[in-house]
């Protein structure tokens, strides 16, 4: 699980929503420490299976990113993710007004495949 504010720079579109690429990054990161505990090494990316955007993100925004490893191959990882939003700015207010969200809101869920040679692998749980 990792925790990121979304800033300024990632907004890409107007109303500063962000892109969805950036919440696919967040789960390669989230991947690669899952790969890291699981196997010893960063492994490889593989493929998403399937994304679901949910919920727009925008600049400000706290966004909760999650996964876990729902199937074990002989080098592949099946994993699931999903991406909360738990903070929202609140510019109606001020410009550094900011609440959290009592429920926090998914703006993204996906499936991936990740990959780790054989010979890279050390420490499999």
């Not at 207010?93 to 499936?111: F, L």
Request: charged share 30%; hydrophobic share 40%; with cysteine.
């Amino acid at each position: 699980m990792i925790r990121v504010r979304m800033c300024q720079k990632d907004a890409h579109y107007g109303g500063n929503l962000v892109d969805g690429a950036r919440i696919l990054e967040l789960f390669g990161d989230v991947a690669t420490e899952l790969l890291i505990e699981h196997d010893g090494d960063e492994g490889l990316f593989r493929a998403y299976t399937n994304i679901d955007f949910l919920a727009p993100t925008y600049a400000g925004d706290y966004i909760r990113a999650e996964g876990r490893i729902t199937k074990i191959g002989k080098t592949s990882r099946t994993m699931e993710f999903e991406a909360w939003k738990e903070i929202q700015p609140r510019p109606d207010i001020n410009d550094s007004a900011a609440e959290i969200i009592p429920t926090a809101v998914m703006v993204c869920k996906a499936t991936g495949i990740c990959v780790v040679p054989l010979e890279k692998q050390r420490n499999t749980k």
